[in-house]
């Protein structure tokens, strides 16, 4: 299936990691090695400036109410994606500027808005909405709200896309696929 | 045998009769005996903060209120805050007019932010600052005045409670008429002492007394809000409990009041044996070094004791039960297994009674000995586990870190010792387990080593020392639990 996958100029996405299904990278974003990510109950589309790191998983879950055609999930800009992180989202929108730390889990039932930090190790399965720049943090699960969304990664992103080509096989922008499924897209927002 | 997460398995009896694994207890070189956290003094030794790594002396510290000036931590989750730095945008200023120009290059901004829970000064409206360190506006304590009050009150009471005792016991020797006090000896009077010894005179004292306005209880109180039980409570709008703890002065109620606080000090610390006043341990003073002056550990005198793996532990069965011993220390060491119960009992030999001592005492009438005391306790030994006594006693070679690079196994092994190696040997061992125990316990079998040990201390003039002892040491061995 992994034909499937589109990355447009400017993505940097390593060879070694799993990517199955209808898989849509934005320019600028940047996909560690040992990556899966997993689209099987629709499309995913990450958009530009991400950083998804080791290990991290990404699985677009198939629903019981699955809708025909599949609803697409919808990664919104600079989210970070810390190592070993699991995110399972049937809800089709991951806004902006969001932050999942290492090892975190975030369930299929949570709908995350804009600028929210989930903390390491924390782990979200009930089923919720986190508004604009909620943080979780502990292993308390503390919950505050920051006053602004978390500050962009750029200056990392930039640093990455130049190293990464030093030390990995990189896969190929296949940019001109893109037309079709960014339609899509717009109609699954 | 201790680990970080983990249960501690193999636990020791210390003098007092606590049992801690081996890591937590002290070996006092000079009375040869294991002690631990709750038998000996421990003494401040330095301050320091343990993020910046700064040293001050104890009347700096008290001065600060035990608090780094340039460090804070996070009033949100109380991790340490770092410094960040931004670019602030040049500030387009109209009236600058020509001035602008040089003007474009973008300022350098500080603020805080925590990496943990990212809250950040700015959060709560507190303004960038210019510099990296320091400068960050500090809130004044709403009661400080009265602190102050407080503050001064109390020491005028405990300077007054100084003198009158003063005052008594030279009464005392006045009727008793045969002792001449300092006093009358020198023709010092009490205000020429007190102000010799450097302390206030009394009169500002009784005026700090006289002035001081005690708080009154209020009758009434201010109402709670109309809406206070019907109003909803937005959980991410108010503070916790540990966070108003943290802070309190002000006890901020709404998140948008918290402040950074500042770090508290942390102490290095010195230990010291209360039986005969040498130091256990002493740190070095350089905050940024963990290594110590003197450390004495039990770990490096006491022979180790390690499980290496136990049959189940069934009632009245008898189980095998595998160990291993090693010695820490740079001689060899003469090691016999024994019953706890053939411990001997330490007798405590009492001080020598001297004419020149109990002088000495009444001289220091006023400083408290009560803490020099040591508790030794013979601590009460689960006994549903019985350990069948090899008749055995072997040695244990010295520590030898070459040796960990021979590859030498060819020692005499036999059913109790099934390897040698260097200082380290492998034991089997047989216990009973009683008809009576309870299946679902605890199983904890007792052990008891008798072993020689080579003091290293340089003998003195008035203390003639013998060098080798032959010293006990209790061990609990955890084994699981009974089961059927
Ligand atoms: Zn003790
Ligand atoms: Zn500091
Ligand atoms: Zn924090
Ligand atoms: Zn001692």
Redesign the interface.
């Known amino acids: 299936m992994s034909h499937n996958v589109k990355i447009l100029p400017g993505a940097t996405v390593c060879e070694d990691c799993t990517l199955e299904g209808d898989i849509t990278i934005g320019s600028g974003t940047v996909i560690h090695p040992r990556v899966t990510i997993i689209a099987e109950g629709g499309p995913i589309v990450i958009a530009e400036y991400c950083i998804i790191e080791e290990y991290s998983t990404i699985i677009h879950k198939k629903s019981d109410n699955q809708e025909n055609p599949p609803k697409p999930l919808f990664i919104g800009a600079h989210n970070v994606f810390e190592v070993g992180c699991k995110v399972e989202s049937i809800f089709g929108h991951i806004g902006e500027y969001n932050v999942f730390e290492c090892r975190c889990f975030v369930g299929p039932d949570v709908k995350i808005s804009s600028g929210c ?1 989930v ?1 390491a190790s924390c782990k979200l399965s009930a089923p919720q909405t986190l508004v604009d720049n909620t ?1 979780i ?2 292993s308390d699960h ?7 969304k ?1 500050p962009s990664q750029l200056l990392q992103l930039d640093f990455l896309s130049k190293v990464m080509p030093n030390y990995h096989r990189l896969r190929k922008p296949n940019g001109h696929k893109r037309q079709p499924s960014r339609q899509s897209t717009e109609a699954g927002k | 045998m201790a680990y970080l997460i983990q249960p501690d398995y193999v636990q020791y009896f210390c003098t007092c009769g606590q049992i801690k694994p081996i890591t937590n207890l002290y070996f006092c070189r000079h009375c040869l005996k294991v002690r631990c956290g709750f038998c000996i003094c421990h003494e401040v030794d330095s301050h320091y903060c343990a993020n910046c790594l700064e040293n001050m002396p104890s009347s700096e510290a008290r001065l600060k209120k035990n608090r780094c000036s340039s460090c804070f931590d996070c009033p949100s989750c109380f991790h340490t805050l770092s410094t960040r730095a931004t670019y602030a945008p040049a500030r387009q200023d109209p009236a600058a007019g020509d001035a602008k120009v040089e003007n474009k290059q973008p300022k350098k901004m500080y603020y805080l932010s925590c990496f943990n829970c990212r809250w950040t000064s700015r959060d709560v409206g507190i303004p960038d600052q210019p510099v990296a360190s320091g400068g960050w506006p500090e809130r004044t304590n709403p009661f400080a005045n009265r602190f102050g009050q407080l503050l001064e009150y109390f020491k005028a009471i405990a300077q007054q409670e100084k003198q009158d005792k003063l005052d008594k016991e030279r009464k005392k020797y006045a009727i008793r008429g045969k002792y001449i006090t300092l006093t009358d000896k020198t023709g010092l009077t009490g205000a020429m002492a007190r102000t010799t010894a450097g302390l206030p005179s009394s009169e500002s004292s009784s005026s700090a007394i006289a002035n001081f306005v005690p708080s009154q209880a209020k009758e009434e109180v201010e109402e709670l809000p109309e809406d206070y039980h019907t109003k909803e409570v937005n959980l991410k709008l108010i503070t916790t409990m540990p966070q108003r703890l943290a802070s309190p002065e002000w006890q901020a109620q709404l998140v948008s009041r918290l402040q950074p606080i500042a770090r508290p000090l942390s102490v290095k610390r010195s230990q010291r044996c209360r039986r005969c006043d040498h130091n256990l341990t002493k740190p070095e003073y350089n905050p940024g070094s963990i290594k110590f002056k003197i450390e004495l550990l039990a770990y490096y005198h006491v022979p180790e004791v390690k499980i290496i793996s136990f049959e189940t532990i069934k009632p009245g069965c008898t189980t095998e039960l595998l160990l291993k011993l090693t010695n820490p220390t740079a001689h060899e060491m003469q090691i016999s297994i024994i019953q706890p119960d053939e411990v001997p009992e330490v007798e405590e030999k009492e001080e020598p009674k001297s004419i020149e001592k109990s002088l000495e005492k009444s001289l220091n009438l006023e400083k408290d000995t009560s803490w020099r005391q040591v508790i030794e306790r013979k601590p009460l030994l689960p006994t549903t586990i019985k350990l069948h006594k090899p008749e055995l006693s072997f040695t244990l070679a010295q520590r030898d870190d070459a040796a960990e690079y021979d590859d030498d196994s060819h020692h005499e092994t036999n059913d109790i010792i099934l390897w040698r190696k260097s200082n380290k040997l492998a034991l089997r061992l047989k216990v009973t387990t009683d008809e009576e125990a309870k299946v679902g316990s605890p199983a904890v079998a007792i052990l008891a080593l008798q072993y020689s040990y080579r003091n290293t201390v340089p003998p003195t003039a008035n203390s003639p020392q013998t060098r080798d002892h032959v010293l006990y040491t209790t061990v609990a061995i955890h084994l699981g639990t009974v089961t059927q």
């Open positions: 930090v903390g943080v943090w502990g503390n919950i505050r709200e920051a006053l602004e978390q």
